[in-house]
């Protein structure tokens, strides 16, 4: 049971979404984004989210897009995890998607719910770093179209109000061979102790990881490592865990040591998988 | 229709009588109650493991809206316990565990109850965590319970005060020294492993009302409504007639919900608004660490044996982590005590077992009562000493295991009704897991296949005075009625019941109608629906309640039919004539007594009544023994497949050969075993509370605390062999806990096989095989 009372607003359209966030935040309310509610509901009722007032965004038309444009897949942020895996559209990130929590859990959990989750691991995001793809943001001042690689850091940069409407996919990268690869403590179902997305383009192998630090990221300098084909892969491997951005976790899902061994089995069965390295 | 004819009840797998209801979702639990004026509590839990209570600050708490009162560890000075009386209703100026109930607010509704408790600002001092068994027994730890000596204990509890020792026990035969000097080969093994939950799928609940007539209704999630009453009787000094205690349905036990706990805070918070009924009902957070769990381990085996693997002396220590507060450890430590050698004939034998006192999560009962415990750390060595003699395991132990004629560790002579065949459980394990023609293999460059056994033996000890009673009686259509006081758990056992009675009466099942709720008022006594009882006890009630109601049956059928009542038999819903069965008189019309055509009317309701207890039970006696009642057996066996790459393993196969003496419903006793396989796998794969070195635990969600789902689960193959008990309904053995017992030790076997290293040390998480075989230490769990 959720303890504390809290207002219920349906928007129709992005502007009035943004417009409500912004007079409810003035009264003080704290207002959040409510799409699939699988966090509003899990925290609230350990005292560990408060709000005043939840915005629905199911129902604004743009949010729920799933559909492609002069070759671009434009993923609305309402789609539920299971919604994107099952239309097979984007493999990567439904296969991605799938590795989170349970079948009944992603029948609510949304993509733009995990990218901004209060969770660490946001495994969703890791195919839209990948494929450069491009997010479209509304705000007080209007909607702005960005690319993820530069609003992503450790988590989706927004300003307070601010709503993150569709994820925008350029098709082409969507044929290219790819892989997920997704390691936890014990159970089949638990966070990551590490997951790993890559592509394979053209001229190189893309990562990108979730679990092994505090936050999920994609690393050109390890991307770098790894495509010097000219040095043995077990090498690279060992060399990309030098260039990690941050400490890696040590949990209770895994220590660091441990950690750092799953990373590097996995690192190298993946890049295995995608080929071309 | 003949008397030779025999329905064979017993045998047959009869569909659960509570199944339509629970698969339509309506079977009714005690949190699905409410009503209107209904009033709900709220707990405020400690956020440290050890702590004084400096100040609880209410004030924000009482400004929400329908806050009707405030409980804090000043409102009752009652001290709770089974076995010692050592735990405050509510926490009194010290907290001993991470989640214990500090204080309790009660509203007019769940919401306002729980923003009240979540506004309360507790203010602590810190003291010094006791965060093992280890260092509970070191020299100079903080006491967890400083007036340890003050408590009141029960018999056989044998507290050392001054010291973190709730209760010691020993256990001594033989001659340890001719013992040693026997010996060609020693080994000694440890293993541990820390607290965990039960995790059933109900989170208990009690509801709790004092009437203005006095009577004090609690309904409650419990597996033991009468000891609710009997000891709510105790600690509140109130003669038990006025306590009315009432269970519906149970989701899930496995020993948690045996532990009082809920219901006294209940109690507390109606008699502090009047008597108005109010209900508390955990979350699963609560569930996990303030109500009582799965007791941890720490233990040290040292055997000794020929060099041909005959065991000739055993030192054993057991240390069971408790937890802070004693309520069922140091009995289920009695319990490991009494088997601590499991099911192996060892003639020279010391044995400490104690149960330590520690700042965790306190433990109560859980499936298996000790001995999936004593299990593992006897079973370790035994591989230990398998592998140090250089013979196969299985062999080892088939030398060592007891037969009728060897006696148990507390010197109980063993006979074949008393004990289990395991050597032909042992045999037919052996074929089912084809041992001897592979127990290692190598599948490809990184998977690795092997296999590991265990064999389980258990008493179900329980209280000397435990009994159990049924009452029988009729409708007008002659069908009949079964009330007897074991609750429906989810074991099926009243359905069971429900056969020995059909069976005995020769009727059809679904002639035999059960009552489900128990109601302390008129429900004959069940002791406690625990330790695999319910069918034993309750079957020997009800066979006695049947016979009782035949004889009735008999007495008026010989006056309508004329006929001496000998020469009567019953079945088929009818009284006939053995010799003549065309001779007869329906159940229907004379089970409220028979009218004759001109109206007038002899005999009247025949109501049957049955109670069992058993027989020349005593307190455990290390010199003299404690009588069984029966050490029921198992053997089992598990089979994975490791992936040496990255210490990931799935398991392919448990199986499972247990004497279950008579089955009774085969389906129903193959769920019951292959259900305790799951949670012993589970136990043995992924449970455990995780603490950290403040003693704090960092995974009470289920979020974060694993347990099996379908899917992760191996194929699983369950065997009955049948050597009946003398004593037991049908010749029918306990089963609802044997197949829990080996798991976790067959796991650790096969998988030490794959990886090649001891693990000693559970949960069998693969970072703790990685750990293992890289040699490095765990820093804090």
Redesign the interface.
């Known amino acids: 049971m959720i303890p504390f009372n809290f207002e219920y607003y349906e928007p129709s359209t992005i502007q009035e979404a943004v417009h409500l966030f912004k007079v409810l935040d003035d009264q003080g309310k704290h207002p959040l984004y409510y799409s699939g509610g699988t966090e509003i509901i899990t925290l609230g009722r350990i005292n560990e989210i408060y709000t005043g007032a939840v915005i629905d965004i199911k129902n604004i038309p743009e949010c729920s897009t799933l559909a492609i444009h002069n070759e671009k897949l434009i993923l609305g942020c309402a789609l539920t995890l299971s919604e994107l895996h099952d239309s097979g559209l984007f493999p990567l990130l439904g296969e991605t998607g799938a590795g989170v929590a349970d079948r009944t859990s992603r029948n609510k959990i949304t993509l733009g719910g995990n990218i901004c989750s209060q969770i660490i691991y946001r495994e969703a995001v890791l195919p839209l770093l990948l494929t450069d793809s491009e997010v479209r943001i509304a705000g007080p001042g209007g909607m702005q179209q960005v690319p993820i690689n530069q609003i992503f850091n450790q988590k989706l940069q927004l300003r307070k109000g601010e709503l993150f409407v569709q994820s925008i996919t350029d098709t082409s990268y969507i044929h290219m061979p790819y892989t997920a690869v997704k390691k936890r403590k014990v159970s089949a179902i638990d966070y990551p102790l590490v997951t790993i997305a890559a592509i394979r383009t053209n001229s190189m192998i893309r990562l990108a990881f979730s679990g092994v630090c505090s936050f999920p990221f994609r690393s050109q300098m390890i991307e770098e490592i790894i495509n010097r084909h000219q040095i043995p892969l077990q090498s690279r491997v060992e060399e990309a865990v030098n260039h990690l951005p941050a400490p890696i976790l040590d949990d209770i899902k895994g220590s660091a040591a441990y950690r750092e061994f799953v990373f590097k089995n996995t690192l190298f069965d993946t890049i295995r998988l995608v080929g071309g390295g | 229709m003949s008397h030779m004819d025999h329905l064979e009840v017993v045998g047959k797998s009869i569909l659960k009588k509570e199944s339509p209801d629970k698969a339509t979702g309506r079977a009714k639990y005690t949190g699905d109650y409410t009503e209107s004026g209904l009033l709900h509590a709220a707990m405020v839990t400690s956020s440290y493991a050890h702590a004084n209570i400096l100040n609880i600050d209410t004030s924000a708490a009482w400004q929400v809206k329908g806050v009707r009162t405030i409980l804090t560890g000043e409102d009752s000075h009652v001290l709770t316990g089974e076995e010692i009386r050592d735990r405050p209703i509510i926490a009194k100026d010290r907290v001993r565990f991470f989640g214990e109930t500090v204080a309790v607010v009660v509203a007019d509704t769940?919401?306002a109850a729980?923003?009240a408790a979540?506004s309360m600002i507790v203010q602590y001092e810190p003291l010094q965590v006791v965060n093992s068994p280890t260092q509970a027994i070191r020299k100079g730890a903080p006491l967890v319970h400083p007036n340890l000596g003050q408590y009141k204990a029960a018999d056989g509890v044998n507290p050392i005060p001054g010291t973190n020792v709730a209760s010691l026990i020993k256990i001594r035969k033989g001659q340890m020294e001719k013992g040693w000097s026997d010996s060609e080969v020693v080994i000694e093994n440890t293993v541990s492993f820390a607290p965990s939950d039960h995790a059933a799928m109900e989170t208990r609940s009690a509801v709790a009302e004092i009437r203005p007539d006095g009577h004090i209704v609690i309904e409650t999630s419990s597996q033991a409504p009468f000891a609710v009453k009997k000891y709510m009787g105790l600690y509140f000094n109130i003669e038990p007639g006025w306590i009315i205690v009432k269970t519906p349905f149970v989701g899930g036990g496995y020993g948690g919900k045996a532990a009082i706990q809920l219901e006294p805070i209940a109690y507390l918070a109606s008699k502090a608004v009047g008597g108005r009924k109010v209900k508390i009902i955990n979350?699963r957070?609560e569930d996990m660490v303030t109500s009582p769990g799965h007791i941890g381990l720490e233990a040290r085996v040292k055997l000794g044996s020929t060099s041909k693997g005959e065991i000739t002396a055993a030192e054993i220590i057991y240390w069971f982590d408790g937890g802070a507060y004693n309520d069922k450890s140091s009995d289920v430590a009695r319990a490991a005590a009494a088997d601590c050698t499991g099911p192996y004939a060892i003639n020279n034998l010391y044995c400490d077992c104690m149960t330590i006192y520690t700042n965790h999560p306190y433990a109560s009962a859980y499936r298996g009562y000790g001995h999936a415990e004593l299990t593992f750390a006897i079973e370790r060595a035994m591989d230990a000493l398998a592998e140090k003699l250089g013979m196969d395991p299985l062999e080892l132990r088939t030398m060592n295991i007891v037969t009728p004629g060897d006696t148990s560790p507390t010197r109980n002579m063993l006979n074949s009704s008393n004990l289990g065949d395991l050597r032909e459980c042992m045999r037919r394990l052996r074929n089912l897991s084809g041992w001897d023609e592979w127990k290692v293999k190598q599948v490809d460059a990184n998977k690795v296949r092997s296999k590991g056994i265990s064999c389980g033996w258990k008493n179900s000890s329980m209280d000397p005075n435990a009994s159990s009673g049924a009452i029988v009686s009729f409708n007008p259509d002659g069908s009949l009625n079964l009330e007897c006081g074991v609750v429906e758990i989810g074991t099926g056992t009243k359905t069971v019941l429900a056969q020995i009675l059909a069976e005995r009466m020769k009727l059809d099942p679904s002639q035999i109608h059960v009552k489900f709720t128990i109601d302390t008022a008129i429900t004959p006594e069940h002791w406690k629906t625990v330790a695999s009882r319910g069918t034993f006890m309750g079957g020997r009630a009800v066979l006695k309640a049947a016979d009782d109601a035949i004889r009735q049956l008999l007495d008026i059928a010989g006056c309508v039919l004329r006929v001496d009542p000998e020469d009567l038999e019953v079945g088929w819903g009818k009284v006939f004539v053995r010799s003549d069965p065309a001779v007869h008189v329906d159940f229907k019309d004379i089970c409220y007594g028979y009218t004759y055509p001109n109206g007038n009317s002899i005999g009247g309701q025949i109501i049957g009544r049955g109670h069992y207890i058993q027989r020349q039970m005593t307190y455990l006696n290390p010199e003299t023994g404690e009588v069984g009642p029966e050490w029921n057996v198992s053997a089992q066996a598990v089979e994975i497949e490791l992936d040496i790459?990255?210490y990931?393993y799935k398991i392919l196969k448990a199986i499972s050969v247990i004497d279950a003496g008579k089955v009774l419903n085969p389906k129903g006793a193959e769920g019951q075993v292959m259900g305790a396989m799951s949670m012993g796998l589970s136990f043995g794969?992924?449970e455990t509370f995780?603490f950290n070195d403040q003693g704090i635990v960092?995974?009470p969600?289920l979020?974060?605390y694993?347990l099996?789902?379908y899917?992760?689960n191996p194929e699983y193959i369950v065997k009955f062999i049948e050597n009946p008990c003398l004593e037991a309904p049908f010749g029918a053995r306990a089963l609802g806990e044997h197949g829990l017992i080996g798991m976790p030790a067959a796991l650790a076997s096969a998988l030490s096989r794959a990886a090649g290293v001891h693990l000693n040390h559970l949960?069998l998480?693969?970072?703790r095989i990685?750990?293992t075989k890289m040699r490095?230490p765990y820093?804090t769990v």
């Open positions: 769940e919401a729980k923003q979540y979350t957070e790459s990255d990931n794969n992924r995780i960092l995974n969600t979020r974060d694993p099996i789902r899917g992760e949960p998480f693969p970072e990685w750990r490095v820093d």
